[in-house]
């Protein structure tokens, strides 16, 4: 089994057992558990009952916890337990004790020099930041025991791969509902009947997680996400929009937004999306509107992997991307400082353009027209989609940054198409002018409109996409790319030689919509080539305030 995925392979490892005469008899999740198997059919005999450990990736603030509360009773519980069984450090560790959570928390973060917050105080939650010295954030959540005990805490969590507890004093796992099993066998399984009813974002926490982990989601369990679907609206936006960014952000998206899709959670959750299934397209499209959407987040996945930093050229034997690292694999850098800039601090810009090729063609359905040869068309899809677009994001509470980068996106995601078309066919590469208006609209968006045109054309053809096509499309994102990161103050930038005052000075003109419109046009003049110096853009503000006057 691999190593990185999965626990240990012993059936016993994290499990309490029963030995007789040194010969396991019987297990459990628990030491009760474990002692009540085996005395139902030895309970004359004398048992010996113990924990089989396993090995552990314990993040050292672990033993910092235990050894600042050295008294409490106190259990390391959720995703951070399970990570660790998948030798994995979690970022965020959940710690659940009898009472007192906030004051915990409160004398934890005086301890660890940390910051703390009170998250909630009818819960009893309270939460430490820890900040490392190179900037990275651990966050320690103290909560009080939902229910009377721990195992009730457990039983009304999530899943069962989630509903381990781990003792901070005995190093010992609490698993009554077999979560260690569950994760061996890779599967997904609510902890009890009514979880999906009692939390309906566990759905799409379910599918984020099959995807994350490449784990399957056990049968009942689907069979209740498909009956609480209906339940989602009642949730608040911004956990639905948290839980679909992460879908979007991890591995497999298009994998995770297919299984919703099937799910019947779309009409509820994302109803514009449901439009786009089985909507025809005309050739080159070799796929409906909506498998061709998802057939973008696939590809898109595929391109961001090759230009990441150490990726492994060797590693693939698909032509088209073996093209891709060689015509734009020397920007790696730059795409890695792209994606490591924030619009949000809570969400990356990697989601937001999976976001964006999600709606890119969201407006397909409501323009699609045929025209008199029988050609399909989606007149003005762009601009209508980045409107549709910015309302989910906008009731998902995105930032006014991130709602304002996913319309660039949408609205300007046929230029490419244009450039491309125009080299493939008449061997024409985009002007200066034309990479200049290109930035000029799209700004930072214009590195992300490169990768999805570039994951748009992969999806359009699929296998009939020719290779002069591919490489056509390859030599326009190196052209943009290279004028954006290495020509920037040539074409994209331009440093302004005059401003406002100086127009109004020498043209003797007042304040207002014209000094805008010749100061662009001087920065225009600037990126084609044909302004150097101020005499010259004074020279052309004046032919180009006539022009405005007559």
Known sequence: MDKDTTITASPYAGRWVARLRGRIIAQG?????????????????????????????ESPLIDKVHKTLPAQEIYLVGGAVRDMLLNRLSPDLDFAVPSNGISLARRLANALRGDFMALD???????????EENGTRTFLDFAAFRGTSLEEDLRARDFTMNSIAFDLHTKTLFDPLNGAADLRAKVIR??????????????????????????KIDIETRKAMKQAAHLLPKISPERQRDELFKILEGPKPDTAIRALEMLGVFPHFLPELSAMKGVSQSAPHIHDVWEHTLSVLGYLETILSALAPGYNADNTNDLFTGLLTLRIGRFRQQFAAHFAESL?????????????????DVDKPATRSVDETGRIRFFDHDVKGAETAGKRAQNFNLSNDEVERIQKII??????????????????????????????????AGVDLVLLGLADLRATQGPMLDQATWTAALDVARILLENYWEKREETVAPPRLLDGNDLMKELNIQPGRTIGQLLEAIREGQATGKIHTREEAFELARAHQKELEN
């Open 344 to 360: 949000n601090t809570d969400r990356t810009v990697r989601a937001v353009l999976f976001f964006s090729a999600l709606y890119h």
């Open 190 to 215: 609510a902890c009890s009947p009514t979880s999906l009813q009692d939390d309906p974002v566990r759905i799409l926490r379910a599918i984020r997680q099959a995807a994350a982990f490449g784990f």
């Open 121 to 131: 105080e009818e819960r009893d939650t309270g939460r430490v930041i820890v900040t």
């Open 411 to 444: 609205r300007n995601h046929m230029r490419f198409h244009f450039f491309t078309d125009r080299m493939a066919d008449d061997k024409q590469e985009p002007s200066r002018k034309a990479i200049y208006r290109f930035f000029r609209e799209a700004g930072e």
């Open 29 to 57: 999740g628990t030491r009760e558990e474990a002692l009540q198997a085996a005395q139902l059919s030895r309970h004359k005999e004398k048992l010996e009952i113990i924990y089989m450990p396993v090995p552990l990736s």
